[in-house]
């Protein structure tokens, strides 16, 4: 009885940035729980190999929605025509990401702009334009990609740290405005895993012999390690969660 409470058949998943990486692995695991995963990303021919990963053993819970999360028109049209052609979104991810690496004195104004229009605007227009469709069925998940740097500030990637820290306090805020109306948001906050984004700390040496002192656990995290977090709180095993932040991070969050 209590395993009914994680299965996600017949429910629609848009997860925002999944051709790859996290939302890619998020998307898997919602589907083998069976759901039904919209994959976006603005490249069609990135979606079309995810899309096709996937459908191999999932042929008919996988569709695919390229556009721009960061342009409010184009994600309100996407969001009406998955919820007309495909149904109801039940469940949204918010996992488009941006990351820039220099010293904070360098950072081209522009590019802090571009980490935080792709970081925190758009998971702002795309919560905005899922919620005004879950506010009326009174029910809907709402999942955002926050990061142990939500928590934790790093040298070279302020921007990011500052993007992800405003995500942090959007999921309390979309929690404080839309649980009366029946909507779940929380956050995952993933540790260091081996992902495009972080491709220039995965090839340095020195990062991975601090990490590995730094996480309690001691190593990386393994993708397919985020996909329960993501079972968990998309599912009905969390009906009373909300505004929370699960971190999935080896630990690294408890410990100085």
């Not at 209590?2 to 999944?18: E, N, P």
């Not at 996407?78 to 469940?91: L, N, R």
């Not at 404080?176 to 491709?199: C, M, Q, S």
Request: aromatic fraction near 6%; glycine fraction near 10%.
């Amino acid at each position: 009885m209590v395993m009914k409470l994680f299965d996600l058949t017949g429910r629609v998943a848009l997860i925002t940035g999944s051709s790859r990486g996290i939302g890619l692995a998020i998307a898997r695991g919602l589907v083998e729980a069976g759901a039904t995963v919209v994959l976006n990303s603005r490249s069609e021919t990135a979606l079309s190999e995810a899309a096709a990963a996937l459908k191999g053993p999932f042929p008919d819970q996988v569709s695919t929605a390229a556009f721009d999360v960061t342009d409010q028109d184009a994600v309100t049209a996407a969001v009406a025509e998955i919820e007309a052609e495909i149904g109801p979104i039940d469940i949204l991810v918010n996992n488009a990401g941006l990351q820039k690496r220099l010293p904070l004195e360098d950072f081209p104004l522009e590019d802090f702009r571009r980490v935080l229009e792709t970081n925190v605007d758009a998971p702002f227009i795309v919560g905005q334009a899922v919620a005004r469709h879950m506010i009326p069925r009174r029910r809907g998940k709402i999942i955002n990609i926050c990061s142990v740097t939500s928590e934790l500030g790093r040298a070279t990637i302020t921007p990011y740290v500052t993007s992800k820290g405003a995500v942090k306090m959007l999921t309390k805020g979309m929690c404080a405005e839309w649980a009366k109306h029946g909507l779940n948001v929380n956050g995952i906050g993933p540790g260091w895993f081996k992902t495009e984004l972080n491709r220039a700390l995965v090839e340095s040496e020195t990062f991975h012999a601090w990490l590995t002192q730094r996480a309690p656990m001691g190593r990386w995290g393994e993708l397919e390690e985020l996909a329960g977090a993501a079972i968990f709180l998309a599912s009905d095993a969390s009906t009373y969660v909300n505004g929370h932040i699960l971190y999935v991070d080896g630990g690294v969050t408890a410990v100085v």
